[in-house]
C-alpha cells in the first residue's frame, strides 16, 4: 500500500542541463518562451519505475519527518511528478506536492512576466500538475487528499478562488519536520484545517537526516540567518547550525548514490557557526573547517547563499574554500548574494545587520571590495537587487545604477578577465515585515531612477552572458545548445527595456557617473 505519495513540481526536478541560471527559467512568461525551447533546456532528474533517484531536498526532509514519525517505509513514496498517477490507488490518502512559486508571485516571476500579466513556467507547470491529480482523482474515484507544502502558502491565501477551483486541500508552510507526523494524521482523520501555518521552529535534534540522495548534493547546514532583513521571510527564523557531523551523515547518503559534489544551504554562509551576534563577524575557523570536512569526502563544494559584508570580512573562507575546490578561470565557485539597493540610507532602514561589521554608511563600499574579493579568489556572485523598495527615493535607484557601473569599470581594471558578477533587478513583494506594503507595480511604479536600475543590472547581466558563461560552464557541452539562445534573449530583454525607456523619454544609455569609492587591497593569493 502506498499511502502518502509525495511529489514537486516539474520545475524543481529539472536539471536544466547543469547550467548555470538557467533554474530561473522557471520564472520566464510562456508566452515569451516557446514551450519547444522550454523542453528542449528541461532535462528532467532520473527516476527508476517512477521513483526519485535524487529528489529536492524540502521532499527528502518530509519523507525523513514522516519515517521517523512512524510511517512505514513501504507507505511513503517520493514519486517523479510525470509518473505519480502510478502510485496512486483507493488507498493512498495524501498526495503531498512541493512547489517554490505556484502562482507566479515570486520576485524573480513578477519582474519577469510585466507584474504577473503573462504566465510564468511555474504557475503553468504547477497548476498543471494538479489539474491533473484533480482530475485523475475525480476520474477513478479516489479519496485522496491534494496537499501542497511550500514557504509560499501566502499565494494560496491570496488567491484563495484558485486554489479551490484547483482542488487542493490543504496548503502546509513553515517548518514542518518536528509537527509533520501529526498534520498529515489530522488530514488523514478529516480534522485539519485548509490553511496551515507552522510558526514553531524544531530544534536541530528533531530535524532529521535525509534517508534518499538529494538533488545538486544539497545539504542543509543552519536554519534561520540572524541578520533580521525586513524583507526577508528565512531572516525572521531563529537562526540553529547543524553540528558538521549531522551535515556530513547527509553527505554520505548521497555519496551512496555516486553524488560527488555538495551545495551547502543557508542563507547565509559566513554567519554558520556565528558568535558575535553583534557584528556578525564570521566564524572562520568553523566556517573552514566544515568546508575541509566535507571536501575531504567529496569532488566540489559550494554555498547556496551569503553576503559581501561576510566575505570582505572573512576573505580567508574565500581563499581557503577555493584552494580545497581548486578554483580558477575555468571553475568557480557560485554564490548568490543580496545586493538589494546602492542606497546607505534604505539599507539602513530595511536590513540594518547587512553590512555588519561594517557600517549602513560603508553599503556601496561593502558590495564594491566584497565582489573584489569573491572575485579575487575565484567566486563568482550571482546578485539580487529589489527595484521598489517602501521608501525608495529617485536618487536611490540611480545611485543603484551607479554602483553597477562603477562595480563594472573598477573590477575590470584591477582584476581584468577574473572580474565577474550578474545582478538580477527584483520587483519588491511585501514579505516579513514589510507585507502590509504594496506589491510592486511595473506599470504605476516606474520612475526614472528605476528604468536605469533595470537596464544597467540587465545590460551588465548581458555581457556576462557573452564573456563570464562560458568560464562557469567549461566542459558542459549543453553550453553549445544554450549559449546562442541566451546570448539573443539577454540582448532581446536589454533593446526591449532600450525601447520602452525611450517612449517615456528616457535615454538609458547616457552615461552616469560612476560612485567615488575605490577598491582596497586585500591580502592573499592562491597558490
Same mark, same amino acid.
Given at each position: 500500500?502506498?499511502?502518502?505519495?509525495?511529489?514537486?513540481?516539474?520545475?524543481?526536478?529539472?536539471?536544466?542541463?547543469?547550467?548555470?541560471?538557467?533554474?530561473?527559467?522557471?520564472?520566464?512568461?510562456?508566452?515569451?518562451?516557446? +514551450?519547444?525551447?522550454?523542453?528542449?533546456?528541461?532535462?528532467?532528474?532520473?527516476?527508476?519505475?517512477?521513483?526519485?533517484?535524487?529528489?529536492?531536498?524540502?521532499?527528502?526532509?518530509?519523507?525523513?519527518?514522516?519515517?521517523?514519525?512512524? /510511517?512505514?517505509?513501504?507507505?511513503?513514496v517520493v514519486a517523479h511528478p510525470k509518473k505519480i498517477e502510478k502510485f496512486i490507488d483507493e488507498r493512498t490518502t495524501i498526495v503531498g506536492v512541493n512547489t517554490m512559486d505556484p502562482y507566479g508571485l515570486g520576485p524573480v516571476t513578477l519582474m519577469f512576466t510585466e507584474g504577473g500579466k503573462k504566465t510564468s513556467y511555474s504557475k503553468y507547470l504547477f497548476t498543471s500538475l494538479i489539474k491533473r491529480l484533480r482530475d485523475f482523482r475525480?476520474?477513478?474515484?479516489?479519496?485522496?487528499?491534494?496537499?501542497?507544502?511550500?514557504?509560499?502558502?501566502?499565494?494560496?491565501?491570496?488567491?484563495?478562488? %484558485?486554489?479551490?477551483?484547483?482542488?487542493?486541500?490543504?496548503?502546509?508552510?513553515?517548518?514542518?519536520?518536528?509537527?509533520?507526523?501529526?498534520?498529515?494524521?489530522?488530514?488523514?482523520?478529516?480534522?485539519?484545517?485548509?490553511?496551515?501555518?507552522?510558526?514553531?521552529?524544531?530544534?536541530?535534534?528533531?530535524?532529521?537526516?535525509?534517508?534518499?540522495?538529494?538533488?545538486?548534493?544539497?545539504?542543509?547546514?543552519?536554519?534561520?540567518?540572524?541578520?533580521?532583513?525586513?524583507?526577508?521571510?528565512?531572516?525572521?527564523?531563529?537562526?540553529?547550525?547543524?553540528?558538521?557531523?549531522?551535515?556530513?551523515?547527509?553527505?554520505?547518503?548521497?555519496?551512496?548514490?555516486?553524488?560527488?559534489?555538495?551545495?551547502?544551504?543557508?542563507?547565509?554562509?559566513?554567519?554558520?557557526?556565528?558568535?558575535?551576534?553583534?557584528? /556578525?563577524?564570521?566564524?572562520?575557523?568553523?566556517?573552514?573547517?566544515l568546508f575541509e570536512k566535507v571536501l575531504s569526502k567529496v569532488d566540489f563544494a559550494n554555498p547556496t547563499h551569503g553576503t559581501a559584508a561576510g566575505a570582505l570580512a572573512a576573505p580567508r573562507i574565500l581563499k581557503r574554500v577555493a584552494e580545497l575546490d581548486n578554483a580558477n578561470l575555468n571553475k568557480w565557485?557560485?554564490?548568490?548574494?543580496?545586493?538589494?539597493?546602492?542606497?546607505?540610507?534604505?539599507?539602513?532602514?530595511?536590513?540594518?545587520?547587512?553590512?555588519?561589521?561594517?557600517?549602513?554608511?560603508?553599503?556601496?563600499?561593502?558590495?564594491?571590495?566584497?565582489?573584489?574579493?569573491?572575485?579575487?579568489?575565484?567566486?563568482?556572485?550571482?546578485?539580487?537587487?529589489?527595484?521598489?523598495?517602501?521608501?525608495?527615493?529617485?536618487?536611490?535607484?540611480?545611485?543603484?545604477?551607479?554602483?553597477?557601473?562603477?562595480?563594472?569599470?573598477?573590477?575590470?581594471?584591477?582584476?581584468?578577465?577574473?572580474?565577474?558578477?550578474?545582478?538580477?533587478?527584483?520587483?519588491?513583494?511585501?514579505?516579513?515585515?514589510?507585507?502590509?506594503?504594496?506589491?510592486?507595480?511595473?506599470?504605476?511604479?516606474?520612475?526614472?531612477?528605476?528604468?536605469?536600475?533595470?537596464?544597467?543590472?540587465?545590460?551588465?547581466?548581458?555581457?556576462?552572458?557573452?564573456?563570464? %558563461?562560458?568560464?562557469?560552464? +567549461?566542459?558542459?557541452?549543453?553550453?553549445?545548445?544554450?549559449?546562442?539562445?541566451?546570448?539573443?534573449?539577454?540582448?532581446?530583454?536589454?533593446?526591449?527595456?532600450?525601447?520602452?525607456?525611450?517612449?517615456?523619454?528616457?535615454?538609458?544609455?547616457?552615461?552616469?557617473?560612476?560612485?567615488?569609492?575605490?577598491?582596497?587591497?586585500?591580502?592573499?593569493?592562491?597558490?
Open positions: 500500500m502506498v499511502r502518502i505519495v509525495l511529489t514537486s513540481d516539474p520545475s524543481l526536478t529539472s536539471t536544466f542541463r547543469n547550467i548555470p541560471l538557467l533554474d530561473f527559467l522557471p520564472c520566464a512568461p510562456v508566452e515569451n518562451v516557446p +514551450k519547444f525551447i522550454y523542453k528542449l533546456l528541461d532535462s528532467q532528474l532520473p527516476d527508476k519505475d517512477g521513483i526519485l533517484i535524487q529528489a529536492p531536498y524540502a521532499i527528502r526532509k518530509v519523507e525523513a519527518a514522516l519515517l521517523r514519525h512512524g /510511517f512505514k517505509r513501504g507507505e511513503v475525480a476520474k477513478k474515484g479516489h479519496k485522496f487528499k491534494i496537499v501542497v507544502g511550500c514557504q509560499a502558502g501566502w499565494q494560496f491565501e491570496l488567491k484563495q478562488e %484558485l486554489t479551490e477551483k484547483l482542488g487542493i486541500d490543504h496548503v502546509i508552510w513553515g517548518e514542518t519536520e518536528h509537527v509533520v507526523g501529526d498534520i498529515f494524521r489530522d488530514i488523514e482523520s478529516g480534522g485539519a484545517d485548509r490553511f496551515i501555518k507552522i510558526k514553531s521552529w524544531p530544534k536541530i535534534e528533531d530535524i532529521p537526516e535525509v534517508v534518499n540522495p538529494t538533488f545538486k548534493g544539497m545539504v542543509e547546514v543552519m536554519r534561520g540567518c540572524g541578520r533580521g532583513c525586513r524583507f526577508c521571510s528565512p531572516n525572521l527564523r531563529t537562526a540553529r547550525f547543524y553540528p558538521s557531523e549531522k551535515i556530513l551523515r547527509e553527505i554520505d547518503v548521497n555519496l551512496s548514490a555516486e553524488q560527488r559534489t555538495a551545495w551547502l544551504h543557508s542563507e547565509d554562509i559566513f554567519n554558520y557557526m556565528v558568535k558575535d551576534r553583534r557584528n /556578525f563577524y564570521p566564524n572562520e575557523d568553523a566556517v573552514i573547517d565557485v557560485g554564490i548568490q548574494v543580496g545586493f538589494e539597493t546602492a542606497s546607505p540610507e534604505l539599507i539602513k532602514r530595511i536590513a540594518n545587520n547587512k553590512m555588519k561589521p561594517f557600517s549602513a554608511e560603508e553599503w556601496p563600499w561593502v558590495l564594491l571590495n566584497g565582489t573584489y574579493a569573491f572575485n579575487k579568489f575565484y567566486w563568482f556572485p550571482a546578485y539580487t537587487s529589489i527595484v521598489g523598495l517602501p521608501g525608495e527615493t529617485d536618487e536611490d535607484a540611480i545611485d543603484t545604477a551607479r554602483l553597477i557601473i562603477t562595480m563594472e569599470k573598477k573590477l575590470y581594471e584591477k582584476l581584468g578577465e577574473k572580474a565577474h558578477f550578474t545582478v538580477t533587478p527584483l520587483g519588491f513583494v511585501p514579505m516579513a515585515s514589510l507585507k502590509e506594503n504594496d506589491f510592486f507595480d511595473i506599470d504605476q511604479h516606474l520612475t526614472k531612477g528605476r528604468i536605469l536600475h533595470i537596464y544597467h543590472a540587465w545590460r551588465h547581466l548581458a555581457w556576462e552572458v557573452d564573456h563570464g %558563461l562560458r568560464r562557469v560552464t +567549461k566542459g558542459n557541452p549543453n553550453f553549445l545548445i544554450f549559449a546562442p539562445l541566451a546570448k539573443m534573449g539577454s540582448k532581446l530583454v536589454v533593446r526591449s527595456i532600450r525601447r520602452w525607456a525611450s517612449k517615456k523619454g528616457i535615454d538609458v544609455d547616457k552615461p552616469l557617473e560612476p560612485m567615488d569609492i575605490r577598491i582596497e587591497e586585500i591580502e592573499g593569493e592562491l597558490k
